[in-house]
């Protein structure tokens, strides 16, 4: 008989959003009758504040560390962003559950100074943009060549802050980072990105439990929190990035529903530099198999 897991260790960043996610799934726990505690954790992209995401060093800069204690031992289970989680786990740990999926687009915050709603995105001719994503500069420049993008850094807290003290005309977002963190918007306009067009990040708002493989009393545990239908969904967009061998650093947005007949629907753009011309797909099936693989494909293929 397994022995009874008494107090799980969770490990989280520090800033308020990891936060948030952290103490969702303590709640999660508590409602099946396990106890938690968090265990915060500096990753590399908290202590680098400076450099764009493209200029850090490697994959996995908001994950290592925590993955490395985890590995270790000095904690049982991560709570992470799935979008940014690399797709290949370290030996030895597996995303063991995944939340339900909050809202998955992107939102564009404007001061509302900066609204003009005859514009595409209800924004002003020749915008200042702030993100520090290759992904959304692409699909942002896709649609509105005559932007200047900055890269912009921090919680979100601090990017909105950065926006109110005007340098910059918009910030881009995810939206179940702003809904989650319940953050009042009303001094700004929101413009809601449909994800169908404008493309997020492979498994944007969901949440990865990972565990230790061979730690089968928590992983026992976590299944009780898990929800199939959206692995089966985001396996799919997370399959697509691994297959580009990109990192969340890369240009490229994957997108997947499921219809009630149970038949994938996928959404995906790609540029190859940030700058880039961008490729947008569609693709539909009756089954995941070999999916991924096809949308790899059409995305890769000239014209």
Not at 28 to 53: P, R, S, Y
Not at 215 to 233: F, N
Not at 248 to 257: F, S
């Amino acid at each position: 008989m397994e022995a009874k897991v008494q107090n799980i260790r969770i490990g989280t960043r520090g800033s308020k959003l990891a936060l948030w996610q952290a103490n969702y799934t303590k709640a999660a726990l508590a409602e099946i009758g396990v106890e938690a505690e968090l265990v915060i954790i500096k990753t590399q992209g908290d202590k680098i504040q400076h450099l764009g995401f493209d200029k850090l060093e490697g994959k996995g800069f908001f994950t290592k560390e925590i993955e490395d204690s985890l590995l270790r031992g000095d904690i049982d289970m991560a709570v992470h962003s799935m979008k940014d989680l690399p797709t290949q786990a370290p030996d030895g740990l597996a995303i063991t559950a995944v939340s339900y999926r909050a809202d998955p687009s992107d939102w564009l915050v404007i001061n509302k100074q900066n609204a003009d709603l005859n514009q595409i995105f209800n924004l002003k001719e020749n915008p200042i943009v702030g993100t520090s994503s290759a992904r959304r500069k692409a699909q942002f420049k896709h649609f509105r060549p005559d932007v200047t993008l900055k890269d912009i850094r921090g919680n979100v807290p601090t990017r909105l802050q950065k926006l109110k003290d005007g340098n910059f005309d918009a910030i881009l977002l995810a939206a179940a980072g702003l809904s989650r963190l319940e953050m009042d918007l009303s001094d700004f306009v929101i413009y809601k990105m449909n994800p169908k067009e404008f493309v997020p990040a492979p498994a944007q708002g969901v949440l990865a439990w990972q565990t230790n493989r061979a730690d089968r009393p928590t992983r026992q545990l976590l299944k009780q929190l898990h929800h199939p239908e959206v692995s089966a969904t985001t396996n799919i967009e997370r399959k697509v990035l691994k297959l580009a061998e990109g990192g969340c650093h890369m240009p490229l947005g994957v997108y997947c529903t499921q219809d009630v007949n149970a038949h994938f629907h996928v959404w995906a753009a790609k540029a190859e530099t940030w700058d880039g011309p961008v490729k947008q797909i569609r693709m539909s099936s009756s089954t995941s198999a070999g999916l991924a693989e096809k949308v790899h494909q059409a995305l890769n293929e000239v014209g």
